[in-house]
């Protein structure tokens, strides 16, 4: 079955905990309050891009449990087109999310459980799905054997390539050359180039290296500054949209990059992507939760026509 959207990535059932602040080693907290409901980047960027219009595939694996019967539901409900191996022996992927109560900033720990085995050869068993897309879209939350054989075969079936490099860690420059787009944030930036990005101009500095090493465009999430689409003819700082008081970050990356990918599958010029995407973030950050928290591609199309 062909898709325009290709997503690997990873599901896991996000317990959110809100507190006043973390509590120390040793320490119990009272917290304010508690929620469970989908989450993993790469499902959470395939809700995204499907509730924002895209024809949109999800690739990974499950336990069988309650957790997978979420996912199962989460996807239907979005539209996402699961290609879902289950493996009885594993469990579905869980993540602790700490929610600061007056910033909304967060801290998250990830258990991928069955995603942790995904491997090269599944890629192989799912190549005719990733080389069929328009567009190809991973994360590292799965093994980045698996990502990189998923990135070569997308790349040779002439599909754009995103590669959303979190949670960060160094890569071979082999890898940034199979990479059309490459979405990092100031954090993930500094981890891939070893550069600080405390301001736009040192994005810029960064992004440069990032093209050095073999990316073709890179676009640097910066938070409230709003995103630094870098490539060889232009740079271009989007501002962020601001749809209303923000509730929570969580999974605004995961809708940025969901809405990228929807608008780059629908033949948006690069920048326009961009800006449809951060539209999608804009949204999203307005809401709790992260699949929850997801728009519909008329309330980014009303977003975007408000300017």
Known sequence: MKHDIVILGVFVADTAYRASRQPKMGETLLGNGFSLGPGGKGSNQAVAAARAGGDTAFLSK???DAFADMAMRTWEEAGVHPAITRDASSYTGAAYIFVEEGTGNNAIIVSPGAAATISP????ANADLIGSAKVFVTQL???LDAAVRALEIARAGGAVTVLNPAPAQKLDESVFRLCDYVTPNETETEILTGLPVTSVEEARIAAGKLLAMGVKTAIITLGAQGALYHSSTESVLVPVFKAGPVVETTGAGDAFNGG???????GMAPLDA???????????VTRAGTAPSMPSLAEVEALLARG
């Open 121 to 124: 050869a599944d890629m192989d």
């Open 274 to 284: 961009v800006r449809f995407g951060s539209a999608v973030a804009g949204i999203s």
């Open 141 to 143: 939350e799965q093994p």
């Open 62 to 64: 499950l336990g069988v």
């Open 260 to 266: 990228f990918a929807a608008a780059i599958a629908r």
